[in-house]
């Protein structure tokens, strides 16, 4: 698997098809993070917090400020905003 980000920090929009909807199974939380800005940023956040265990997938919206999650249960709201913060932004709470 790759990064949506190329090396100069630009993010690559592939054609994806695939919707929150398309998760028959799973549980879809949407958080509010400060201090993303760029490409960099979502990679980091994605990448941090796709690692976590029950994490299916997580979608970085940069100028929104949103980061939604989708977890195969209840989200781990601590290990979400712990992986967050490892990657260097603030999660400030649920959207």
């Not at 712990?82 to 709470?93: F, I, K, M, R, S």
């Amino acid at each position: 698997m790759g990064s949506c980000c190329t090396p100069d920090n630009s993010c690559s929009t592939t054609g994806g098809e695939a919707t929150a909807t398309a998760v028959a199974e799973g549980t879809v939380t949407v958080y509010a993070v400060s201090g993303m800005t760029c490409g960099h940023c979502k990679s980091a956040i994605t990448q941090s917090v796709s690692a976590l265990d029950g994490v299916i997938s997580v979608d970085v919206d940069v100028d929104g400020g949103l980061v939604t999650v989708t977890t195969g249960g209840a989200p781990d709201d601590a290990a979400i905003t712990a992986a967050v913060d490892e990657a260097g932004y603030e999660l400030t709470g649920r959207a």
